[in-house]
């Protein structure tokens, strides 16, 4: 079992950036892939971001392809979301999630595919 406490939001303006941080408990966090989700007001909770377990393979959705960066330390059993060029869309609650599935071929994308998850940490982008 892990838990995952996110932290590093905030409000920036359009163009600015910011880093997200999710932190891990348990010894077993690099067996864990990780995610990042989102959901803006009146929308449903998207996928973002994953990293497998090594790290070796990640996966982005396409409207953050480019802008953001998804990294690990698994000494530090922290996972990180660098996020660049930020858009007024990009507002929402961004929530960090630990998952056992993923391998170097199969980045999983699917909330149901997680099985921890963090309280989320607000992301504002003022235009």
């Known amino acids: 079992q892990v838990q995952v406490v996110e932290s590093g939001g905030g409000l920036v303006q359009a163009g600015g950036s910011l880093k997200l941080s999710c932190a891990a408990s348990?010894?077993?966090?690099?067996?864990?892939?990780m995610g990042w989700f989102r959901q803006a007001p009146g929308k449903e909770r998207e996928f973002v971001s994953a990293?497998?377990?090594?790290?070796?393979?990640?996966s982005y959705a396409d409207s953050v392809e480019g802008r953001f960066t998804i990294s690990r330390d698994n000494a530090k059993n922290t996972v990180y979301l660098q996020m660049n060029s930020l858009k007024p869309e990009d507002t929402a609650v961004y929530y960090c999630?630990?998952?056992?599935?993923?391998?170097?071929?199969?980045?999983?994308?699917?909330?149901?595919?997680?099985?921890?998850w963090g309280q989320g940490t607000q992301v504002t982008v003022s235009s």
């Open positions: 999630a630990a998952g056992l599935r993923g391998s170097f071929s199969y980045t999983p994308r699917s909330e149901s595919e997680y099985g921890y």
């Open positions: 990293i497998i377990r090594s790290g070796i393979r990640v």
């Open positions: 348990g010894r077993t966090f690099s067996s864990y892939t």
